[in-house]
């Protein structure tokens, strides 16, 4: 199937008799007949759900769907994309290991990282993703286990050359994590180019309609995890009698002990509610892309040529140093989401954002609405400045995510805001 049929059909198929439309199993125990049947399942020798902080069926419709969109051996949903961001790291690493990860990334993941794993005895070191391959192989030490990185920045809107960030990841043995947020897998499917593990925000367009938070992690199932660099997936894990996650798993080994050890403890699974609101999303993702990606080249292009405009990042420009890159990586479009500066600073940015009347002032990015931000008083305030600087906001930066109403409605909502900024 096609992508776009993939949304719709992908995950669930009804049988004869059976609910054409996912159906919501609000459940959080499941009734088996014998106590082997149980004890197989605890075994991980059996398919099954056991208990609905691990699995449930219809979040385990969606997680299918959403693999087979980016091309994945299976997915484990969360309950954010923050879970996501933390159960894709903490699988792979321990106490005294280090990830190498871009500047250019979500202010709430550079939190998580610098500040919560650094707790954990876990080093960070952030570089510039668009430093060249043998720069970015030097800040690699011996304790790397997995190199981050966004597709497209937040707010940057900066495009990662994912196949040298790969080159860089697997030189070393290590995978590459890439959020894929932004671009969603009807833009850009990571795999495809070297990745090893993609994540999302499902909060954002998969859902796209504001109703339900939530996370996803993938597994491409192509790293070679026996390559002496991560005993927990070659060596017996005791809480499971001995389950080899490479043996007996093959190359589902990453997803399985995500999904079996991880959740099984930390406990950040969704309900069946809220996997039942995003199907509903992903089901028109394809469509819905196609408009935020035209909606936003239109917007980018008009700011572009608005003289109280001082800077325009958005990869479809012609000035943008990105361009190709997205040309490469995002053919179908760079989503809805443009960051720019109008000239006076802060002040202007402040007095725009609150004069759109179209446009709502929101925590929120990538909905079906257009929404306003501005970062560094609000998702990234806790950074320092340098930090702000690395991540490629300055303090006058509005963060505009391009909805799909008429774009006509859009440009007029945008044009009476700057004239009073």
Not at 211 to 229: A, R
Not at 271 to 295: I, K, V
């Given at each position: 199937m096609k992508i776009e049929t993939q949304c719709l059909h992908a995950g669930y198929t009804p049988g004869n008799g059976e609910p054409l439309t996912l159906p919501i199993y609000q459940s959080t125990t499941y009734k088996y007949e014998s106590t082997a049947q149980v004890a197989k399942l605890f075994d991980l020798t059996a398919d099954g759900h056991m208990y609905s902080r691990i699995s449930n069926p219809t979040v385990a419709a969606v997680e299918a769907k959403i693999a087979a969109l980016e091309g994945g051996v299976g997915a484990l949903c969360t309950t954010s994309g923050q879970a996501a961001s933390l159960i894709s790291v903490l699988n792979i690493l321990s106490c005294g290991d280090h990830i190498l990860?871009?500047?250019?990334?979500?202010?709430?993941?550079?939190?998580?990282?610098?500040?919560?794993?650094?707790?954990?005895?876990?080093?960070?070191?952030?570089?510039?993703?668009?430093?060249?391959e043998e720069e970015l192989k030097k800040q690699l030490r011996p304790n790397t286990k997995a190199v981050f990185a966004e597709t497209i920045a937040n707010p940057a809107i900066a495009v990662l050359d994912i196949e040298k960030m790969a080159h860089v990841a697997h030189s070393h043995g290590v995978p590459l994590i890439v959020d894929n947020?932004?671009?969603t897998p009807i833009l850009c499917r990571p795999f495809e180019f070297g990745a090893d593990i993609v994540i999302?925000?499902?909060?954002?367009?998969?859902?796209?309609?504001?109703?339900?938070?939530?996370?996803?992690?993938?597994?491409?199932g192509k790293f070679d995890w026996t390559n002496g660099n991560f005993p927990e997936f070659t060596q017996p894990d005791e809480s499971y009698h001995g389950v080899v996650y490479t043996r007996d798993f093959g190359n589902a080994a990453y997803i399985t002990k995500a999904r079996v050890q991880l959740m099984r403890d930390l406990g950040c699974y969704p309900s069946a509610q809220d996997a039942f609101l995003l199907n509903h999303g992903l089901e028109t993702l394809a469509l819905r892309m196609e408009r935020h990606c035209q909606n936003a080249d239109r917007v980018a292009h008009f700011l572009a040529?608005?003289?109280?405009?001082?800077?325009?990042?958005?990869?479809?420009?012609?000035?943008?140093?990105?361009?190709?890159?997205?040309?490469?990586?995002?053919?179908k479009g760079c989503s809805g989401v443009i960051a720019f500066s109008i000239k006076g600073g802060r002040d202007a940015a402040v007095r725009f954002i609150d004069n759109v009347k179209l446009a709502s002032l929101v925590v929120h990015v990538a909905d079906v609405r257009t929404l306003v931000l501005h970062p560094a008083s609000s998702t990234h305030r806790q950074l320092t400045d340098e930090q702000l600087v690395a991540a490629g906001i300055n303090p006058g930066l509005i963060r505009l995510s391009v909805g799909i109403e008429n774009i006509d409605d859009i440009i007029e909502d945008l044009t009476q805001a700057l004239a009073k900024a």
């Amino acid at each position: 199937m096609k992508i776009e049929t993939q949304c719709l059909h992908a995950g669930y198929t009804p049988g004869n008799g059976e609910p054409l439309t996912l159906p919501i199993y609000q459940s959080t125990t499941y009734k088996y007949e014998s106590t082997a049947q149980v004890a197989k399942l605890f075994d991980l020798t059996a398919d099954g759900h056991m208990y609905s902080r691990i699995s449930n069926p219809t979040v385990a419709a969606v997680e299918a769907k959403i693999a087979a969109l980016e091309g994945g051996v299976g997915a484990l949903c969360t309950t954010s994309g923050q879970a996501a961001s933390l159960i894709s790291v903490l699988n792979i690493l321990s106490c005294g290991d280090h990830i190498l990860c871009t500047s250019t990334i979500y202010g709430g993941t550079i939190n998580l990282f610098a500040v919560t794993l650094k707790r954990f005895g876990i080093e960070v070191s952030f570089v510039d993703a668009d430093a060249s391959e043998e720069e970015l192989k030097k800040q690699l030490r011996p304790n790397t286990k997995a190199v981050f990185a966004e597709t497209i920045a937040n707010p940057a809107i900066a495009v990662l050359d994912i196949e040298k960030m790969a080159h860089v990841a697997h030189s070393h043995g290590v995978p590459l994590i890439v959020d894929n947020t932004f671009a969603t897998p009807i833009l850009c499917r990571p795999f495809e180019f070297g990745a090893d593990i993609v994540i999302h925000s499902t909060t954002k367009y998969m859902a796209g309609h504001a109703t339900q938070l939530g996370g996803v992690i993938v597994d491409s199932g192509k790293f070679d995890w026996t390559n002496g660099n991560f005993p927990e997936f070659t060596q017996p894990d005791e809480s499971y009698h001995g389950v080899v996650y490479t043996r007996d798993f093959g190359n589902a080994a990453y997803i399985t002990k995500a999904r079996v050890q991880l959740m099984r403890d930390l406990g950040c699974y969704p309900s069946a509610q809220d996997a039942f609101l995003l199907n509903h999303g992903l089901e028109t993702l394809a469509l819905r892309m196609e408009r935020h990606c035209q909606n936003a080249d239109r917007v980018a292009h008009f700011l572009a040529s608005c003289d109280k405009v001082e800077s325009v990042n958005y990869p479809t420009l012609d000035n943008s140093p990105y361009k190709e890159l997205a040309q490469k990586y995002l053919p179908k479009g760079c989503s809805g989401v443009i960051a720019f500066s109008i000239k006076g600073g802060r002040d202007a940015a402040v007095r725009f954002i609150d004069n759109v009347k179209l446009a709502s002032l929101v925590v929120h990015v990538a909905d079906v609405r257009t929404l306003v931000l501005h970062p560094a008083s609000s998702t990234h305030r806790q950074l320092t400045d340098e930090q702000l600087v690395a991540a490629g906001i300055n303090p006058g930066l509005i963060r505009l995510s391009v909805g799909i109403e008429n774009i006509d409605d859009i440009i007029e909502d945008l044009t009476q805001a700057l004239a009073k900024a």
